[in-house]
């Protein structure tokens, strides 16, 4: 009887010390997290500059309404969203399953090649970019001393090229990024099932759509909210690449609250307004990827 | 079919290992080259590296930028991994249903977007005092729910056996961590010092909003600045997005190894 007491005592002592490994960590997400968070909920209701700010109810998201610029940033997030993610995780995916094959030698050489876009910073690789494809850049004179182009294209000048340029520097930046992961899937996916399936003579797109895809589907989930969640959040590029131009043809949200909040004068009642919206989009297609992806 | 098959895969993966080499292979030798030959597409080193050194010095202080990031970024790796490891570590050894339920509410952070957070943590910053600090710069990132869940995740692999044997020799609970787990757990840490220490190098959204003074500025933030004016001196600012890139391919480089190991180890 004794012994048993003494033993309670003691898990509950470790319970106890559990909770204490966990507190910096909570205290400071709900600090750094929660906390700014709802207090941006409850300075979106408001309008004005320092301490002038007064309650003013859902102006700030009517408002948003009619902000042309607000929504151009949004439909450009969806837009980089929509056509961006799908075709990196594709590429990804072929190109993991292209790695795990057995036959193909050198793959630590392959994988660092292919990983290392992710080693650079996000502002260097937007300039990298920017350099890249500006008027005078290495794209333009290549294209024009092999003959393609007589006179050089302004691709960060116009609309659609400009958002075809971010979309390739994402693409070239995070593929790898997500091949690591589906790799590190595919080591738990044993390599028999591929055999066997070349066996029974199915193809290689078979396995690919037939064995890879559907064992790989929670690191595809896995990297699809990651992906959204990024895009969603986009900054850097659309800053330092095409600086939200031209007339802001290429600016997303964050870049727009940015520069309402701290370029222009700054309006933090509307600026944390427009953050707020980001907040529910990256909720509700985080929810709906989840839901989704537990279907199948 | 299988011959196709083979050299279709090397075909793939050598054009985009090539493609995804070859922004970085120009930048690197612009940095070498002076701005009219960048401009006029060439492509092997040359011997422009030290003026455009020079030219760089003079546009930026790149001495100061360049100990602010390293600052910054060991500070909160260093912070990051102690607070975010004994956590999972917690999670996992001491798990019970309050700590699940706490677990399932922190990774709803995941899902909070740093620009929401961004203006009242600029108005509280700025408040007690911490723009311009090292401490400002790491507070809001130093705990992650990702960071967490990959140490829990690994913590799952961690036997319980080797926790009983050292509590019988007397070990405390703390010291089972630091001694035995964190020894144990190298690859994993590895894998999170990768990650913690390539985010906080490269932030350039939050330091941006609060190093308003110039002598805290990061190296994206100096990278960055050497935009601005009309004429653009390629070479210079190759040689400076160079220099910001350098300290992470390192730490990618001599990493790589664990860092695969670390995320499969936590994905399984």
């Not at chain 2, 798990?95 to 943590?121: C, E, N, Q, R, Y």
Request: aromatic share 12%; with cysteine.
């Amino acid at each position: 009887m004794k012994s048993k007491k003494k033993s309670m005592g003691l898990s509950k002592r470790r319970n106890l010390i559990g909770w204490i490994f966990l507190l910096p960590a909570v205290l400071l997400i709900c600090g750094m997290s929660f906390y700014p968070m709802i207090r941006a909920l409850v300075l979106s209701f408001r309008t004005g500059v320092g301490a002038n700010m007064k309650f003013t109810g859902f102006y700030n998201y009517i408002r948003m309404l009619q902000d042309k610029v607000f929504i151009q940033a949004l439909f450009n997030n969806f837009f980089y969203l929509i056509i961006q993610v799908p075709i990196m995780l594709l590429l990804a995916l072929v190109l993991a399953s292209m790695l795990n094959d057995k036959d193909v030698k050198f793959k630590g050489l392959f994988r660092t090649a292919i990983f290392l876009p992710c080693a650079t910073s996000l502002v260097s690789y937007a300039i990298i970019f920017r350099a890249l494809f500006a008027l005078d850049g290495f794209i333009n004179t290549m294209l024009i001393k092999i003959g393609i182009l007589d006179v050089p294209i302004n691709w960060l000048g116009n609309a659609q090229t400009a958002k075809t340029v971010i979309i390739l520097a994402l693409i070239w930046r995070w593929t790898g990024y997500n091949m690591v992961f589906y790799l590190a899937g595919l080591q738990n996916i044993e390599y028999s099932i591929y055999e066997a399936a070349e066996i029974d003579g199915a193809s290689p797109f078979h396995q690919f759509g037939r064995i890879t895809i559907p064992l790989l589907k929670p690191m595809i989930l896995l990297t699809a909210i990651m992906s959204t969640n990024g895009t969603l959040q986009l900054f850097d590029e659309s800053v330092n690449l095409t600086n939200g131009g031209p007339a802001n043809a290429t600016i997303t949200m964050s870049h727009y609250i940015y520069k309402m909040s701290f370029e222009y004068s700054p309006n933090f009642g509307y600026s944390t307004a427009m953050s707020f919206v980001v907040l529910i989009l990256v909720a509700v297609l985080a929810f709906i990827q989840m839901k989704t992806g537990d279907k199948r | 079919m299988r011959k196709l098959k083979r050299f279709l895969n090397y075909f793939v993966l050598t054009a985009v290992s090539l493609l995804s080499v070859f922004p970085l292979y120009w930048m690197a030798v612009s940095a070498t080259n002076k701005s009219v030959d960048v401009i006029a597409g060439r492509l092997i080193p040359g011997t422009y590296l030290l003026e455009n050194w020079k030219g760089l010095l003079q546009a930026q202080n790149v001495g100061s930028a360049l100990i602010n990031s390293f600052r910054n970024s060991i500070m909160l790796t260093l912070a990051g991994l102690l607070i975010c490891s004994i956590a999972g570590y917690g999670f996992e050894i001491y798990h019970d249903k309050g700590k699940d339920t706490v677990m399932s509410i922190l990774l709803l952070a995941m899902m909070v977007p740093f620009v929401a957070t961004l203006i009242p943590l600029f108005q509280m910053f700025s408040k007690i005092g911490l723009l311009n600090s090292t401490l400002g710069f790491i507070l809001p990132t130093i705990s992650t729910p990702f960071l967490i869940m990959l140490f829990r995740q690994s913590a799952r692999s961690f036997p319980h056996d080797i926790i009983e044997a050292a509590r019988i020799d007397g070990l405390s609970e703390f010291g089972i961590f630091l001694r035995i787990f964190i020894p144990t757990m190298r690859s994993t840490y590895a894998a999170a010092m990768t990650i913690v220490f390539m985010n906080a190098w490269n932030n350039y959204l939050w330091p941006k909003v609060i190093m308003l003074s110039n002598e805290k500025i990061t190296m994206p933030m100096m990278v960055a600045n050497l935009l601005t004016g009309y004429v653009i001196d390629y070479g210079m600012v190759m040689l400076g997005v160079l220099v910001c890139t350098v300290p992470t391919v390192v730490i990618f480089s001599l990493l790589q190894k664990s860092f695969a190991e670390g995320i499969t180890g936590a994905v399984k």
